[in-house]
């Protein structure tokens, strides 16, 4: 698939934290010769404070705030892949922007693996907790209608990269009909 077959849509990645939207995001975007945003980058851009700068010292509905902003803005532009912060599926006003002008690609993957891939430093606000594997369940099982609001579901716990990659490109394939 040539990147000009896409070039009226955005390729969005959702998920939870941790699943890989932005590696995905990024491998795929090159591949694709698309541009590659990240609403987190774009927030922190915008506000010149980390994300957890933001919730330390303005609080969650800040962040939300300017999160909405960003992805009203990023949903008017054409033929980016989106990589989003797991919370953004939580706001309808979100996913109708995404949706209206992309295609919505959800990464998945098993509570034992996210707790694993979000070990790492500290940056992650939400996490920040001593009970940081009950935190996880309970996100996870608030949050999985907001994203079954999809056009295709990946599992990634037993995938690659690259091989989440492949099975976009195949989906992307099958949608635009080559
Ligand atoms: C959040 C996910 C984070 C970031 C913020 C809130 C969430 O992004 O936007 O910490 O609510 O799930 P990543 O999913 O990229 O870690």
Redesign the pocket.
Known sequence: MRSEELSGKNIVLTG???TG??SVGRRLAKKLGLKFVDT?DLITAKARMS?KEIFDQFGEPKFREIERDVVARVSGEKGLVIAT???VVLDEGNMDNLQRTGIIICLTASPEDILARTGGRNE???LNTDEREKKVRDMLEHRRAFYARADLSIDTSSLNQREVIEKILEYLNETTGN
Request: glycine share 30%; charged share 25%; aromatic share 8%.
């Open positions: 939870f934290m941790g939207k932005s987190d994300v912060g797991g919370g992650r606000p939400l």
